[in-house]
């Protein structure tokens, strides 16, 4: 028999200490014998965050700070592990998972027995009511009380997801729900669903979407052809190839219009009907009209639009501060932007100011302060006052520099190029 800690996706803090002994020969965990060579982790009396996992050796305090726990007779500590995410929680009561063999049960802080060894899997839920997630060897799941009472037959097809008390359960191919105490909430008769997010749920019936509420009421009728869950009171949907955005009453707060819907920040996005782009705000009111055949993102204030094949730059007032003149140009990043006119390339400020003349056959983006640009079939490095740092020596750019300070450049022998990196005063650096 071994004796194993939990792993779950709970977080609970703590500031009670623990202790550590470890069996050489027999040692009685409560009325719960083990036999020699087992080991023991008694973590006291309150609650304990545990990485979990067959062998339960490691746990983090109140401060998150990582514990291992020391072989007090060799004066080995494990090694601090791996763990994706945060410390896991380990239940209030302290109940401990029991293996014989391929076999899981459950015995409390004394050893009494809570589930007898006989299920295939077992997973812990602190919850009022919903305690243990259990599965048979049928492959079938259920609940059982933190008494070992089982409170919800086994008759599940997947494992119970509990979100907000609320577990979403699969049967025979179609979902459904239970509430906080084991009971239906709705039938189980969706073809497909999610688990609750901010008190609300996504459905699907008949190859339509719509939502549901904890009390299992609907909040919108089943008519979208896509539904995401809420987030901070609002949930994207799609009805008629559009989107839109919808609180949680059902009423739309930005109709189903656009084919694209962007959020630059909290407030605004960047949005596309019928192949023009402008700017909503979260209340759906358009901040700049819909009349650009391209917008990129908004970086320091400014986007890159595009309409009739001329580029510039506008704000979020819709006010174009860089006048639609360039043939081509990129988005403005650490204030430089570069632009094209005439077959030429060169570099704005954010105030539509040329810093840079329009002399290049071909530029790049300036990365730590310098930018490749290409005159006369060579490529050099300028810095952002337009001067030669690096010679017109190369005859192709693979990597600007980086925050490694390296540029892969090449230099063509013959018919073939040979590629080597640079530092920032172009020495070769392979």
């Not at 869950?229 to 949907?237: E, I």
């Not at 017109?392 to 080597?420: C, M, P, W």
Request: proline share 4%; aromatic share 14%.
């Amino acid at each position: 028999m071994k004796l194993h800690f939990w792993k779950s996706a709970k977080y609970v803090p703590t500031n009670k200490f623990f202790t550590l002994s470890i069996t050489i020969l027999l040692l009685h965990y409560g009325n719960t014998v083990l036999a020699q060579g087992q080991r023991n982790y008694n973590y006291g009396n309150g609650d304990i965050m545990s990485t979990g996992g067959p062998k339960g050796q490691y746990s983090y305090d109140n401060k998150n700070d990582f514990k291992a726990p020391r072989d007090t007779k060799s004066g080995y500590t494990p090694p601090k592990p791996h763990v994706e995410g945060p410390p896991s929680y380990m239940y209030r009561e302290a109940y401990n998972l029991v293996q014989t063999g391929s076999q899981y049960g459950v015995v409390d802080r004394n050893g009494k027995e809570i589930i007898p060894s006989k299920y295939q899997h077992i997973h812990y839920y602190e919850d009022r009511y919903l305690y243990f997630k259990v599965q048979n060897f049928e492959n079938k799941w259920g609940f059982m009380d933190n008494t070992g009472k089982l409170v919800v037959p086994m008759q599940y097809d997947d494992e119970p997801l509990v979100d907000e008390g609320i577990a979403l359960i699969k049967q025979n191919g179609k979902f459904g729900y239970l509430n906080e105490v084991g009971q239906p909430l709705t039938p189980v008769i969706y073809d497909e669903a999610k688990s609750f997010d901010e008190g609300v749920a996504v459905v699907k019936q008949n190859n339509k979407y719509g939502y549901i509420d904890r009390d299992g009421k609907a909040i919108t009728p089943l008519i979208y052809d896509d539904a995401k869950s809420f987030d901070k009171g609002l949930a994207r949907v799609k009805q008629n190839n559009k989107l839109g955005y919808i609180n949680k009453t059902g009423d739309a707060v930005i109709p189903c219009l656009y084919e694209r819907i962007d959020w630059s920040n909290n407030d605004f996005a960047y949005v596309q009907s019928n192949k023009k782009s402008g700017v909503i705000n979260k209340s759906g009111v358009i901040v700049v009209p819909l009349v650009y055949d391209y917008m990129s993102g908004f970086c320091q204030g400014l986007a890159l639009v595009s309409k009739a094949g001329k580029f510039g730059f506008i704000t979020l007032a819709g006010v174009e501060t860089v006048p639609l003149t360039y043939d081509s140009a990129n988005n403005l990043c650490n204030g430089i932007a570069r632009v094209k006119k005439d077959g030429k390339w060169g570099y704005i400020d954010e105030h539509a100011k040329l810093i840079i003349p329009l002399l290049y056959d071909d530029a790049k983006d300036f990365l730590y302060e310098l930018a490749a640009v290409k005159m006369n079939g060579k490529w050099g490095f300028i810095n952002t006052k337009g001067e030669i740092k690096i010679p017109y020596q190369y005859d192709t750019v693979e990597k600007s520099f980086s925050y490694k300070e390296k540029a892969l450049v090449g230099i063509q022998i013959k018919k073939k190029v040979k590629l080597h990196y640079i530092n920032r005063w172009g020495k070769q650096v392979d």
